[in-house]
């Protein structure tokens, strides 16, 4: 299982992609993104690392987990 610095990283990179657009479709994408090529352990992770107050992690990210959490 990859560390939690590793998904963060990675989770990082893709909101900082996305950052430009409007707020909503950024959000939008950055979750659909994760959701569409995370593996189930990555996505159940990162949901773990939000729920331990999400350090580290864009904005984006945070603001889109309930949507990635009522997927998982």
Do not use: S, Y
């Amino acid at each position: 299982m990859m560390h939690a610095k590793d998904l963060i990283r990675m989770a990082n990179q893709i909101a900082a992609h996305f950052a430009c657009f409007p707020r909503d479709e950024a959000v939008t994408e950055t979750i659909g993104h994760i959701r569409d090529f995370w593996e189930p352990r990555m996505r159940r992770a990162l949901l773990d690392h939000i729920d331990a107050g999400g350090h580290g992690l864009h904005e984006l990210v945070l603001h889109g987990a309930e949507a990635l959490r009522a997927e998982a």
